[in-house]
């Protein structure tokens, strides 16, 4: 029996930590993300080149995927909707339209869709089936400059919740959690900090963030969602804080 790693985004920062986590626990693992890593340690990584905004290829690519894989082989099936942008840095009415949708194609629609096909296309199986939507604490906490992103993962929480109270009445039900990573040392990261001021309030506590030498690892935070996909402690439908972990 074989445990799987469905992942977008795993090429690179937070989804890089989580692959590695996974990669040596003995997970196969599936990536989806717009670019490949060429690094050795992906060599036994399926990887994907995909634009996770274009729904119809992304829906295609699941399909394919999940028909190739044996059901009656597999222990348990994960899903990491880990993909995200923080899009452009700005109050609402300097961004553009086509900017808007960009962010919440890749942030709230790819999720969705991706949950709903791994559901669809899963519901018959028997093994354990998990979905983890990598949130924010941006979900609920006002960041002015950050009006996108916020309601993207305001609505990634919501979506967790509202589909894991969904799955309590099916037969084989996945669970589905949210994940918060905290502050994490990423490319994300640096493009706060090379973020006007007057675009993003905030900007001096990310600043110093970085001074103080207080982002987290992605490794560190690949190991511990790996932990928290395995627990037995953790309800359905739960928003989860690594840091409390």
Known sequence: ???????????????????????????EILSLARTKNNDPSYKQITQIAIDLNEVDKLEKCL????????????????????????????????????DIAKTVNLNTIAPLVLSSLFLSLTKS??????????????????????????????????????????????????????VYPGVVDTEMQTKIRATEKENFASLDRFLELKASNSLANPSTVGKKIFEIDHSTNIENGALVNVNDI
């Not at 609920?140 to 799955?167: F, L």
């Open 1 to 27: 029996m074989k445990n799987v790693l469905i992942i977008t985004g795993g090429n690179k920062g937070i989804g890089k930590g989580i692959v590695e986590a996974y990669q040596t626990n003995g997970f």
């Open 63 to 98: 399909i394919d995927l999940i028909k190739q894989l044996d059901e009656t082989t597999i222990e348990k099936i994960t899903l990491i909707n880990n993909a995200g942008t923080l899009g452009k840095i700005s109050t609402l009415e300097n961004i553009q339209p086509q």
């Open 125 to 178: 199986w028997v093994c354990k089936k998990s979905i983890i939507n990598i949130s924010s604490g941006a979900a609920y906490k006002t960041y002015p400059g950050w009006s996108v992103y916020c309601a993207t993962k305001a609505a990634i929480d919501m979506m967790t919740k509202t589909v894991a109270a969904e799955q309590e009445t099916k037969t084989n039900p996945a669970k589905i959690i949210a």
